[in-house]
């Protein structure tokens, strides 16, 4: 649980990913510099196209950048409580790393171009939510490395959950016909998803060890459960897959599979695998039947995330036997090879089978 993995980006070429194991608890920083693709060690890739998405900002469409000299003002009005408010998180770490460094530089370069009331307020917004994604990256560590501590977790998951939240939040607040992808972009919602599902992910793998706990608080295992798949079935969701017909010509016909498969990154591929064991938890450890306590018990993720995964019960027969069997096919089919595993991802499915019958 402790040991964690190389930070990596939603862009990076899967062909080009060795050595990844799926199935381990890892923290994902999943939160590069828009537009720079990253590949195995740090080095620049070439990035997969990206079917069904414009990587153009559609800055016209913005509504407070449609407004002229009042769309930045309304953007720096909403962004300045929210900067403070980081900048109390940040001031509160008591060490400090490369991704609180980071972090913090992107603040001061925030608060610069608040002051001066002239960029564009997407460019705001991406600026915004990057360093919201390096902020919460260390206290996510923090918490892997005190292995989650019973007396205060969820509270911290509720609070780390909101922050993450709250780019699309902002969003919404300033542009209420606008979608949050055509202001943010696919990779930083990938990113900000991801976020929050690895981390119920990685709660939920030492959670489910503490047997006395676990049998106290089956009703916030399975909703943390519930809203861990949730995230991760909408990260995987934003980009659509490359629909392979004449007009599309791949040379690399392993790329091709992926990519109409929806496989944009190492980061997808473990988001299947991740959904799947936590279905296969939940299938284990909550049974079968259908949600109904999950509104009734405090929820983990009570910030309002538009889609809400509070009122979405998850399928986790169904949706458990779907990820892991594109998984297995997918590691075996055009990843074989390049160290995926599948022994546990078989195992799993062997169990929804069994289970179903």
Known sequence: MKELSRPHSPRTAVPAVKGQRAGRAAVSRCGRDPGIPS?????????????????????????????GPRGPAMAVAALRPRVAALGRRLGARGARDA????????????????NEGK??????????????????????????????????????????????SEPEDLVRECSIKEEPINILGAELLECLYWRKGALLYMYCHTAKERSEWLQENIATFKKCLNDGVHYLMKMLSFRCPLQLDEDVSLQDKDTARLLSEGIFSD?????????????????????????????????????????????????FQETGRNMLTKYVAVCEGPLKGQGWNTTTAKQMLHYFVESHN
């Open 39 to 67: 590949g195995p060690g740090g080095s620049a890739s070439p990035a997969p196209p990206e079917p069904g998405r414009s990587r153009s900002p559609p800055r016209a469409r913005c509504r407070a950048c449609a407004e």
């Open 119 to 164: 960029e564009h307020p997407s460019t705001l917004f991406q600026l915004y939510t990057q360093a919201v994604l390096d902020i919460t990256f260390f206290e996510e560590n923090q918490l892997v490395d005190e292995d989650f501590p019973e007396e205060s977790s969820v509270q911290k998951l509720k609070e780390l959950i909101c922050v993450l």
């Open 267 to 315: 980061t997808h591929l473990l988001a299947m695998m991740y959904s799947g064991e936590m279905c296969y938890w939940g299938l284990k450890h909550c049974g079968e039947g259908k949600q109904e306590s999950l509104e009734s018990i405090n929820p983990v993720s009570d910030c309002d995330l538009g889609s809400s995964s509070q009122s979405i019960s998850v399928d």
């Open 99 to 114: 991704f609180l460094t980071k972090g913090s530089a992107n603040l001061d370069k925030l608060k610069d171009l608040c």
